[in-house]
């Protein structure tokens, strides 16, 4: 099973694929779709663009979205949020099974610890990925989405199955 993982930004959108079998993970590609233009719609068009790039390229079989997060500044949550718009129809559009979760479900199935920090996160995504080479903190963010998302598919079966 291949899994998209998907880190809204609106500036950066980091996105890694990995491939699932059985309890093995493998490293697929990982990248970061830069926005381009000043226009809000020019830049949700190129993440747009870009990110059906990344679906067609590496033919996910299921997606995972970090959800949005509400901050101090609500003009900046509202453009993430509509970032996130982009993460979420981009995989709809390719009939994909979509899973969501917070920012903190993540980093708890990931690192152990939901409050972990960024150079954390790429930590264990290298420990877990031996071998890959990260584009960025956005890209790194978006293969422990799909980690969580491949460990909750996993325990999800498990429970069918019993």
Known sequence: MRVLGIDPGLRNLGWGVIEVDGS????VGNGICHSVGTELATRLLSLHEQLTEVLQRFSPDIAAVEKTFVNKDAVGTLKLGQ????????????GLEIGEYAPNSVKKTVVGVGH???????????????????????????????????HHQSHNRMKVRA
């Open 24 to 27: 093995r993970l493998r490293h």
């Open 83 to 94: 970032a996130r718009g982009i993460a979420l129809l981009v995989p709809a559009q390719f």
């Open 116 to 150: 972990a920090d960024k150079n954390q996160i790429a930590h264990m995504v290298k420990m877990q990925l031996p071998g890959v080479q990260l584009a960025g903190p956005d890209a790194a963010d978006a293969l422990a989405i799909a980690i969580c998302h491949a």
